[in-house]
T-cell receptor, first 114, second 113 residues
Framework: GAGVSQSPSNKVTEKGKDVELRCDPI?????LYWYRQSLGQGLEFLIY????????KSGLPSDRFSAERTGGSVSTLTIQRTQQEDSAVYLC????????????FGPGTRLTVL | GQQLNQSPQSMFIQEGEDVSMNCTSS?????WLWYKQDPGEGPVLLIA?????ELTSNGRLTAQFGITRKDSFLNISASIPSDVGIYFC?????????????FGQGTRLTINP
C-alpha cells in the first residue's frame, strides 16, 4: 500500500494474555519505529529498527515487550502477560533511512487490557 | 521517558480565530517538528524546522525554531473546522546516525463554528 498499515486496528484482551501487533511499513523504507501513546499523552518511543536489526531498544518498558522485523519489512511487536497499564495506542512509523528522513505514521493499534 | 513541555494542553476557540501553541525543552534539538493527529489516525507532519531562528510557513501555519534550540512555537491563522485535532511538537536528535524523536504531550484544539 501507499502508507504504513497496522493490524489489528483494535485489540481487546484479558490480563495475562499475550498479544502481537503488526506493522507494514512503506515499501522501501529501511527504518521502522514503534511508539506507545497513552490516553491524553504524547508519543513514547519504544524501539527502532534499521533493516532487521534493532540498534535502539531503550524505550521498551519491560522484558514483557519484544519486537522483531523480518525481511527488512514487516515488524511485530509482542507483549507477553499483558497488564492493564499496557492499554494504549501503539503506533508504528517508517522512514526512508535512519538519518533525517521524515517518519510516516500508521493509524495505530488500540490495545485494551481488561 | 523524556518529554517536551507543550502548552496549552487544550484550546477552545471560535472559527476564524488565530491559534498559538508552544513547546519548550531543557535539551537542545537539531530539528523541531510539528505534527497533527486526527481521531483514529497516526500523526501527520505539518512543518519541519532545521535551523535555530528559522521561521517557516505552510499555508495558514507558521512555526519558528527558537534561537536557543530549546523551544518552538506553532501559529494557525484564521482557524477553520478541519483544524480540529491534536497538535504535537517533536524534537529530533541524531544519535550515531539514527534519528530519535521526543514528543510533547499535545495540544487538543476544539473549534466552535
Amino acid at each position: 500500500g501507499a502508507g504504513v498499515s497496522q493490524s489489528p486496528s483494535n485489540k481487546v484482551t484479558e490480563k495475562g494474555k499475550d498479544v502481537e501487533l503488526r506493522c507494514d511499513p512503506i515499501s522501501g523504507h529501511t527504518a521502522l519505529y514503534w511508539y506507545r501513546q497513552s490516553l491524553g499523552q504524547g508519543l513514547e518511543f519504544l524501539i527502532y529498527f534499521q533493516g532487521n536489526s534493532a540498534p535502539d531498544k531503550s524505550g521498551l518498558p519491560s522484558d514483557r515487550f519484544s519486537a522483531e522485523r523480518t525481511g527488512g519489512s514487516v515488524s511485530t511487536l509482542t507483549i507477553q502477560r499483558t497488564q492493564q497499564e499496557d492499554s494504549a495506542v501503539y503506533l508504528c512509523a517508517s522512514s526512508l533511512g535512519s538519518g533525517g528522513g521524515t517518519q510516516y505514521f500508521g493509524p495505530g493499534t488500540r490495545l485494551t487490557v481488561l | 521517558g523524556q518529554q517536551l513541555n507543550q502548552s496549552p494542553q487544550s484550546m477552545f476557540i471560535q472559527e476564524g480565530e488565530d491559534v498559538s501553541m508552544n513547546c519548550t525543552s531543557s535539551s537542545i534539538f537539531n530539528t523541531w517538528l510539528w505534527y497533527k493527529q486526527d481521531p483514529g489516525e497516526g500523526p501527520v507532519l505539518l512543518i519541519a524546522l532545521y535551523k535555530a531562528g528559522e521561521l517557516t510557513s505552510n499555508g495558514r501555519l507558521t512555526a519558528q525554531f527558537g534561537i536557543t534550540r530549546k523551544d518552538s512555537f506553532l501559529n494557525i491563522s484564521a482557524s477553520i473546522p478541519s483544524d480540529v485535532g491534536i497538535y504535537f511538537c517533536a524534537g529530533r536528535t541524531l544519535i550515531q546516525g539514527a534519528q530519535k524523536l521526543v514528543f510533547g504531550q499535545g495540544t487538543r484544539l476544539t473549534i466552535n463554528p
